[in-house]
Nanobody
């Protein structure tokens, strides 16, 4: 099991930027593909971005493509989500998670070891 702690959320105006961090501990972090999801009030948890174990393959939801980037540091056991050009519709709790195996579909059921989440609020 991997323990995950997200941080970096906050309140930002539309057009602004935030960088989320996910600190991992426990089993060998560098073995796992990772992802960020988000969940707005009353809505399902949605895929945002994923990164493979080595960091050379990334996938983004269409809603964030071109605005968000995902990266990882396997020495520091960290995953990051850089969010630029934020919009009010990006408001949600953001979670990082560990993929159950390689090449999983971008669905919450394919991920495990969820963190507690960090709130991102974008004002208009």
């Amino acid at each position: 099991q991997v323990q995950l702690v997200e941080s970096g959320g906050g309140l930002v105006q539309a057009g602004g930027s935030l960088r989320l961090s996910c600190a991992a501990s426990g089993r060998t972090f560098s073995n796992y593909d990772m992802a960020w999801f988000r969940q707005a009030p009353g809505k399902e948890r949605d895929f945002v971005a994923s990164i493979n174990w080595s960091g050379d393959t990334t996938v983004f939801a269409d809603t964030v493509k071109g605005r968000f980037t995902i990266s990882r540091d396997n020495v520091k056991n960290m995953v990051y989500l850089q969010m630029n050009s934020l919009k009010p519709e990006d408001t949600a709790v953001y979670y990082c998670a560990v993929a159950r195996r390689a090449f999983v579909a971008p669905q919450p059921s394919e991920y495990r070891d969820w963190g507690q989440g960090t709130q991102v609020t974008v004002s208009s």
